[in-house]
Nanobody
Framework: QVQLVESGGGLVQAGGSLRLSCAAS????????MGWFRQAPGKEREFVAA????????SYRDSVKGRFTISRDNAKNTGYLQMSSLKLEDTAVYYC???????????WGQGTQVTVSS
């Protein structure tokens, strides 16, 4: 089992940057995929980025490509989402998740709010 705790959210002006962290507990984190999702008010939760267990492979939704970078440090049991050139439409609650294989049950964190202002 994996427990996840996000941090690093906050209020930032458009064009600014934030780095989200996802601290994991449990011995399986380093063997699990990890990803970030977000949910804006009135909208469904959507995929943002994912990274393989060893960090060698990443994927992103089109709207964040070139602006966001997902990474992980398995020695620290922590994942990250570096967000740059933030836009108003990036405002959402950001959740990290971890799962063993594609389509498997996901463990979720509690979420961290990111608000981008003009």
């Amino acid at each position: 089992q994996v427990q996840l705790v996000e941090s690093g959210g906050g209020l930032v002006q458009a064009g600014g940057s934030l780095r989200l962290s996802c601290a994991a507990s449990g011995r399986t984190f380093s063997s699990y995929l990890m990803g970030w999702f977000r949910q804006a008010p009135g909208k469904e939760r959507e995929f943002v980025a994912a990274i393989s267990s060893d960090g060698s492979s990443t994927s992103y939704r089109d709207s964040v490509k070139g602006r966001f970078t997902i990474s992980r440090d398995n020695a620290k049991n922590t994942g990250y989402l570096q967000m740059s050139s933030l836009k108003l439409e990036d405002t959402a609650v950001y959740y990290c998740a971890s799962w063993s294989t594609p389509g498997a049950y996901k463990y979720w964190g509690q979420g961290t709010q990111v608000t981008v202002s003009s």
